[in-house]
């Protein structure tokens, strides 16, 4: 968000200023640094999402892109087992779909040239797919083949989004090139298409 109260009421802390600050410290130090914005769309920022548009044209922002909040697992970035998912409301969805469909208008020229929206509008359809739970929706994300996460107490797993699998305590190449590891993958990727369906971060790694 770039409106001060609408940032801390999502991050908690009064930070924007340092946000802003930081870029362009960035840009007095490094001005063809190239920086990125990715956002979460939540009720709270859903009418604020045009005020971010021109921010990063502003502000010269090479990249911008939106996200879905992850509402799928209990394993995302290390959440509690107290975590519980919730439903999005029918109204806030249909006014995603309003308000995306506002920005593409006013905004087609950012849009189309991917400059900085570089998804081009992809990103924001997928993520009114994922809000609707659309079981339609496909990702070609091979994030948990090719890299992993490893937590502060060791456990290891395919991705943020994907229960931990095994610690790192006999080395970290042997557990992530180990039969278990490998065929757990498998199993997650081939029998269990809901973790990657409907990810919220989907990454191909070529």
Known sequence: ??????????????????????????????PDIRISIRTLILPENLYELGDLIEFSVNKKIDKLSFKAEDLNTEFAFGR?????????????????????????????????????????????????????????????????????????????APCFFIESYGDISNGINKTFQSNYYQKTVRNILNEDKRYCRHCVCPVVFA
């Not at 919730?86 to 995306?100: G, P, Q, W």
């Not at 990103?123 to 994922?130: A, G, P, Q, T, Y």
């Open 80 to 156: 509690a087992d107290s975590f519980a998912t919730e439903s999005l409301t029918l109204d806030f969805i249909h006014n995603l779909e309003n308000e995306v469909d506002k920005l593409f208008r006013k905004y087609a020229q950012y849009f189309d040239s991917g400059n900085p929206l570089y998804e081009k509008g992809n990103d924001l359809k997928r993520v009114i797919s994922i809000y609707k739970r659309d079981d339609s929706l496909v990702s070609d994300c091979n994030c948990a083949t090719h890299c992993c996460v490893i937590y502060p107490d060791a456990t290891i």
């Open 1 to 30: 968000a770039v409106n001060a109260s609408t940032y801390r009421r999502i991050r908690g802390i009064d930070g924007l200023d340092t946000v802003i600050r930081g870029i362009d410290a960035l840009r007095s130090i490094k």
